[in-house]
């Protein structure tokens, strides 16, 4: 099994975090894969770090795990929901991250990836909980 971890980083504003990768089309939500010997929330704020220079202020919160079948049978996503974040910098392009930025939930890009839209509209209880990602 392989387990990765996304976030429902919102800023102060109520404004939710996206990222662009140089490797896939679309906004996505911040996260990444889980490593041997680390833990998923230490694996959320590391990757909330390096992908949009973004830290924690308070303890995430457990949303959801989604079965992740396009590419594999068995990948995991747990999704966690984290308030009041705080970018410390602008996110300069890098060979991963494209651009890192908040939106607001009523004005999400339209290029936006289809499970990050549905983890967002769950998240705000316009849409059922999929168990898929």
């Known amino acids: 099994m392989t387990l990765g971890v996304r976030a429902l980083a919102f800023d102060d504003e109520g404004r939710v975090l996206l990222v662009r990768h140089t490797y896939v089309p679309g906004w996505h939500l911040p996260g990444g894969g889980v490593e041997t010997g680390h833990t998923v929330t230490e694996t959320l704020a590391k990757e909330l770090h390096e992908e949009a220079n973004v830290i924690l ?5 457990l949303v ?18 984290c308030d009041q974040v705080t970018q410390t910098a602008p ?9 890192a930025e908040f939106f607001p939930v009523d004005g999400l890009p339209p290029e936006i990836t289809r499970s990050s839209r549905n983890r967002i509209d769950e998240s705000l209880g316009l849409a059922p909980p999929d168990p898929y990602w």
């Open 64 to 81: 959801s795990v989604h079965l992740n079948d396009r590419v594999t049978r068995r990948d995991h996503v747990v999704v966690f929901r």
């Open 91 to 99: 996110k300069q392009r890098d060979l991963e991250i494209i651009e």
């Open 57 to 61: 202020a308070a303890p995430p919160r």
